[in-house]
């Protein structure tokens, strides 16, 4: 069974930094790139940040380059997320995702597996 399941989520003042991290399981981790999504109250989903199976390649999106690092750790089927700098606008949930084919680019959009989510707010 696959499992992902993200933590690390809490209330930060901004300007504030948080590591999200996903703990993958039921699959073979450093085969498969994976993804960050985030939904904020009221919107829809988000792309945020994805990376390779290796991560060598990784890509952001405009909103938080400069501020979010995306990371793994394919020894401990783990995926990171930096975040620093934070602005109220980053207050969403943030889900991990697993891309759907082997060997795909971060730039895939074709997920098959998605974490429960943990809650990002940022506020003073």
């Known amino acids: 069974e696959v499992l992902l399941v993200e933590s690390g989520g809490g209330l930060v003042q901004p300007g504030g930094s948080l590591r999200l991290s996903c703990a993958a399981s039921?699959?073979?981790?450093?085969?498969?790139?994976m993804t960050w999504v985030r939904q904020a109250p009221g919107k829809g989903l988000e792309w945020v940040s994805g990376i390779n199976s290796g991560g060598s390649s990784t890509g952001y999106a405009d909103s938080v380059k400069g501020r979010f690092t995306i990371s793994r750790d394919n020894a401990k089927n783990t995926l990171y997320l930096q975040m620093n700098s934070l602005k109220p606008d980053d207050t969403a949930v943030y889900y991990c995702?697993?891309?759907?084919?082997?060997?795909?680019?971060?730039?895939?959009?074709?997920?098959?597996?998605w974490g429960q989510g943990t809650q990002v707010t940022v506020s003073s």
């Open positions: 039921g699959f073979t981790f450093s085969g498969y790139a």
């Open positions: 995702a697993k891309v759907l084919d082997l060997g795909s680019s971060w730039l895939s959009r074709d997920y098959d597996y």
